[in-house]
T-cell receptor, first 114, second 110 residues
Framework: NAGVTQTPKFQVLKTGQSMTLQCAQD?????MSWYRQDPGMGLRLIHY???????DQGEVPNGYNVSRSTTEDFPLRLLSAAPSQTSVYFC?????????????FGPGTRLTVT | RKEVEQDPGPFNVPEGATVAFNCTYS??????FFWYRQDCRKEPKLLMS???SGNEDGRFTAQLNRASQYISLLIRDSKLSDSATYLC???????????FGAGTQVVVTP
C-alpha cells in the first residue's frame, strides 16, 4: 500500500494562475479531505468528501474547488491563486466504520504564491 | 469556545523524564479520540487511537475522562526523538468531520 500520495511536493505560482493539487489513496477509504496549515496555526479543513460524487465545504473553502469522480482520487483546484493561499496543503483519508476512523495524511504540498 | 482545546506549550522535558498534557473537548457526543504527532513541516502521523477509557502503547499512555470531557497523553522515559507537536483529534460521529486541536509542543532536552 502506498497510502495517501500527493503531487506535486512543491509548487510556486504567480498571482492569478490556477492549478490542481493531486491526491490519491489506495486504502479504499470512503472519506477524503483537504486541509491547509499555516505557520503557527492548526489544520484547517478546506473541503471533504464522504464518497464518490459527494463533496462538501469545510471551514475555509473560498478559492478552492474539489470533485470526487472515483473512490481513489480527490483533486483540489485553486481557481485564481492569491498570496493568501501560500500554505502547506495536506490531503487525508479514512474509513467511516469501526476502527477505520483513523485518518491518514499525505506528505503535503508546499505552495508559494508570489 | 473551541471544540478541541490544547495547551500550546512548549513543554520542556529533560531526557528520561515523564511528561503529560491534556486536551479538552466540548461535544459530549464525541465517540472516538486520537493522538497524532507532527514533526516540523511534515504530515501528522497517527500515534494512538482511543475508543474506550484509554490505551497504552509502549511509553505512551492515553486516558479518556468522559465525565470531565478531556483526554490526556503521558509520555514516559522521554527520548530526544519525542520532540514534536502532539495533536488531539476528536470524532463526533462516523460521518462527521474530525475536530483538530491546535497542538501541544513538546521539546525533550539532553
Amino acid at each position: 500500500n502506498a497510502g495517501v500520495t500527493q503531487t506535486p511536493k512543491f509548487q510556486v505560482l504567480k498571482t492569478g494562475q490556477s492549478m490542481t493539487l493531486q491526491c490519491a489513496q489506495d486504502m479504499n477509504h470512503e472519506y477524503m479531505s483537504w486541509y491547509r496549515q499555516d505557520p503557527g496555526m492548526g489544520l484547517r479543513l478546506i473541503h471533504y468528501s464522504v464518497g464518490a460524487g459527494i463533496t462538501d465545504q469545510g471551514e475555509v473553502p473560498n478559492g478552492y474547488n474539489v470533485s470526487r469522480s472515483t473512490t481513489e482520487d480527490f483533486p483540489l483546484r485553486l481557481l485564481s491563486a492569491a498570496p493568501s493561499q501560500t500554505s502547506v496543503y495536506f490531503c487525508a483519508s479514512r474509513g467511516i466504520s469501526g476502527t477505520a476512523y483513523e485518518q491518514y495524511f499525505g506528505p503535503g504540498t508546499r505552495l508559494t504564491v508570489t | 469556545r473551541k471544540e478541541v482545546e490544547q495547551d500550546p506549550g512548549p513543554f520542556n522535558v529533560p531526557e528520561g523524564a515523564t511528561v503529560a498534557f491534556n486536551c479538552t473537548y466540548s461535544n459530549s457526543a464525541s465517540q472516538s479520540f486520537f493522538w497524532y504527532r507532527q514533526d516540523c513541516r511534515k504530515e501528522p502521523k497517527l500515534l494512538m487511537s482511543v475508543y474506550s477509557s484509554g490505551n497504552e502503547d509502549g511509553r505512551f499512555t492515553a486516558q479518556l475522562n468522559r465525565a470531565s470531557q478531556y483526554i490526556s497523553l503521558l509520555i514516559r522515559d522521554s527520548k530526544l526523538s519525542d520532540s514534536a507537536t502532539y495533536l488531539c483529534v476528536v470524532l463526533t460521529d462516523s460521518w462527521g468531520k474530525l475536530q483538530f486541536g491546535a497542538g501541544t509542543q513538546v521539546v525533550v532536552t539532553p
